[in-house]
T-cell receptor
Framework: GAVVSQHPSRVICKSGTSVKIECRSL??????MFWYRQFPKKSLMLMAT?????????EQGVEKDKFLINHASLTLSTLTVTSAHPEDSSFYIC????????????FGPGTRLTVT | GDSVTQMEGPVTLSEEAFLTINCTYT??????LFWYVQYPGEGLQLLLK?????DKGSNKGFEATYRKETTSFHLEKGSVQVSDSAVYFC??????????????FGTGTRLQVTL
């Protein structure tokens, strides 16, 4: 149980285009989802906290107009990287917390974004 | 702000060797502490956790004890296997001003176990 999927697993896009990444909780409802970015040989950096039905809370230094987050249902959150640039190339990981559950977060397998 | 520091890898051990991966934290208050494991090509999985001082988390032969006096949560296993090869992340929670607790991660330690 508590499986989180991400789609796509890998995406290559051209500079200036936008790309959407989906995060789904497959067998549970998640009122809160988190989006992280992982740089090579670095830790996970929290980008934003996404609550179902409300606006996401972004961490300091993360541009909310560039990284659009939508949490439209209890099982789906999307991250859209708008006007992507090569420096946005990274590994993006989402996690989800059980509705009414503990602090534990369940992580997706990640999405490798390459902007050319 | 809160931070988690863990030893840099990679750590290379022979099968059945003893493993220690150090982790220390800096936080206001006393966070919950976690160890996550990331196997190749997979997402992070919770390995074990401890929510208060002197708690010991354990799972799959791994253990870690929440030491308030040294602000540490070192991961140990008495006898590692090849299948333990993965990246291990230490993490701690800090309570948001909202309802969700945020995780602060260490940089990860890659463990390679050889026959």
């Amino acid at each position: 149980g508590a499986v989180v999927s991400q789609h796509p697993s890998r995406v290559i896009c051209k500079s200036g285009t936008s790309v959407k990444i989906e995060c789904r909780s497959l067998d549970f409802q998640a009122t809160t989802m988190f989006w992280y970015r992982q740089f090579p040989k670095k830790s996970l950096m929290l980008m934003a906290t996404s609550n179902e039905g409300s606006k996401a809370t972004y961490e300091q230094g993360v541009e909310k107009d560039k990284f659009l987050i939508n949490h439209a249902s209890l099982t789906l959150s999307t991250l859209t990287v708008t006007s992507a640039h090569p420096e946005d190339s990274s590994f993006y990981i989402c996690s989800a917390r059980l509705a009414g559950g503990s602090d534990e977060q369940y992580f997706g397998p990640g999405t490798r974004l390459t902007v050319t | 702000g809160d931070s988690v520091t863990q030893m840099e890898g990679p750590v290379t051990l022979s099968e059945e060797a003893f493993l220690t991966i150090n982790c220390t934290y800096t936080a206001t208050g006393y966070p919950s502490l976690f160890w996550y494991v990331q196997y190749p090509g997979e997402g992070l999985q919770l390995l074990l956790k401890a929510t208060k001082a002197d708690d010991k988390g354990s799972n799959k032969g791994f253990e870690a004890t929440y030491r308030k006096e040294t602000t540490s949560f070192h991961l140990e296993k008495g006898s590692v296997q090849v299948s333990d090869s993965a990246v291990y992340f230490c993490a701690g929670t800090a309570v948001n001003t909202g309802t969700a607790s945020k995780l602060t991660f260490g940089t990860g330690t890659r463990l390679q176990v050889t026959l």
